[in-house]
């Protein structure tokens, strides 16, 4: 069975393992963030409280354990927080990217002719702009906010799943088993729901649990920019952004305030660490091209 594969697979690799071990931690983060650091605002559990109106941060304490950054802002509720604001963002993003991608690409290849055409130039419209440039120009355009950088990542995240979907669904239509569902008598939506979908998917699932941690990787670099989280939000890239002004420390001191870029630099670091980890593992699994 699949399922007896992939947990096979996790167990008995070290890296897919380390990879899902990662995952496990955050997403235990994620939900008992509540319980590790208590909502301070009812209305927005992601605003992080503010201790005081100090301009320079302070270090890891008792009463902060990962320090704060300027202007005061807790650092450790920033991080436990950003966990649950990084999956809700990598999560929604991939999902609709991949949806859309699954609709256009799925599309384009099965009716073919000018459709396919239509279809892959305005996928091509929006491979020709980098992605991460034409995410800036959507999200400065609509406005920084967190679901606005959403849209936008989802705007530039879904044509590669089209362009994967459509060359998986041009080779599954030419097999055997299409024509002999296309020669019973099966309809279109039938032989494509049913026959040619199921088994030109599973790269597509690959790329997408690799995509996850690169979509927050992304997020991040926006909100770093200005075009995402709100200052004071519970978001990794804005608790870096907090924190360029401190990078070189003081002239006596270089490494006076390491942990304002340490602590969520490291969050960063290791949360798509472990998706590309488990996204190997899947695509080892799923993708029958790997030996």
């Given at each position: 069975?699949?399922?007896?594969?992939?947990?096979?697979?996790?167990?008995?690799?070290?890296?897919?393992?380390?990879?899902?071990?990662?995952?496990?931690?955050?997403?235990?983060?994620?939900?008992?963030?509540?319980?590790?650091?208590?909502?301070?605002?009812?209305?927005?559990?992601?605003?992080?409280?503010?201790?005081?109106?100090?301009i320079a941060?302070?270090?890891?304490?008792?009463?902060?354990?990962?320090?704060?950054?300027?202007?005061?802002?807790?650092?450790?509720?920033?991080?436990?927080?950003?966990?649950?604001?990084?999956?809700?963002?990598?999560?929604?993003?991939?999902?609709?990217?991949?949806?859309?991608?699954?609709?256009?690409?799925?599309?384009?290849?099965?009716f073919g002719?000018?459709?396919?055409?239509?279809?892959?130039?305005?996928?091509?419209?929006?491979?020709?702009?980098?992605?991460?440039?034409?995410?800036?120009?959507?999200?400065?355009?609509?406005?920084?906010?967190?679901?606005?950088?959403?849209?936008?990542?989802?705007?530039?995240?879904?044509?590669?799943?089209?362009?994967?979907?459509?060359?998986?669904?041009?080779?599954?239509?030419?097999?055997?088993?299409?024509?002999?569902?296309?020669?019973?008598?099966?309809?279109?939506?039938?032989?494509?729901?049913?026959?040619?979908?199921?088994?030109?998917?599973?790269?597509?699932?690959?790329?997408?649990?690799?995509?996850?941690?690169?979509?927050?990787?992304?997020?991040?670099?926006?909100?770093?920019?200005?075009?995402?989280?709100?200052?004071?939000?519970?978001?990794?890239?804005?608790?870096?952004?907090?924190a360029r002004?401190?990078?070189?420390?003081?002239?006596?001191?270089?490494?006076?305030?390491?942990?304002?870029?340490?602590?969520?630099?490291?969050?960063?670091?290791?949360?798509?660490?472990?998706?590309?980890?488990?996204?190997?593992?899947?695509?080892?699994?799923?993708?029958?091209?790997?030996?």
């Amino acid at each position: 069975m699949l399922k007896n594969r992939i947990f096979k697979r996790i167990y008995t690799t070290k890296t897919s393992l380390a990879g899902f071990l990662i995952v496990a931690f955050f997403l235990l983060i994620a939900l008992f963030a509540p319980v590790l650091a208590p909502v301070h605002n009812a209305n927005n559990p992601y605003q992080m409280p503010q201790k005081s109106y100090q301009i320079a941060p302070q270090p890891p304490s008792a009463q902060n354990w990962f320090g704060t950054t300027e202007q005061q802002y807790d650092l450790y509720y920033g991080v436990i927080w950003g966990t649950r604001l990084a999956f809700g963002i990598g999560i929604t993003v991939t999902f609709f990217a991949f949806l859309i991608g699954l609709l256009v690409g799925a599309v384009a290849a099965y009716f073919g002719g000018k459709v396919d055409e239509v279809l892959m130039r305005l996928t091509d419209v929006v491979f020709a702009v980098p992605s991460l440039v034409l995410a800036m120009v959507i999200a400065a355009m609509l406005g920084p906010d967190i679901k606005n950088m959403m849209i936008a990542l989802t705007a530039v995240a879904w044509p590669s799943y089209a362009r994967l979907i459509r060359g998986d669904i041009l080779s599954v239509k030419r097999r055997d088993y299409v024509t002999a569902a296309r020669t019973l008598g099966a309809g279109g939506p039938r032989i494509l729901l049913r026959h040619i979908l199921p088994n030109s998917i599973y790269p597509s699932v690959v790329v997408a649990s690799l995509d996850i941690g690169y979509i927050v990787l992304t997020a991040a670099s926006l909100s770093f920019l200005g075009l995402g989280a709100q200052p004071g939000t519970a978001d990794w890239g804005q608790l870096i952004a907090m924190a360029r002004n401190w990078v070189l420390g003081t002239a006596q001191n270089p490494l006076a305030y390491w942990y304002t870029v340490a602590v969520p630099g490291a969050a960063i670091f290791l949360f798509v660490l472990g998706w590309n980890l488990l996204g190997d593992a899947f695509r080892d699994i799923l993708d029958p091209r790997q030996v």
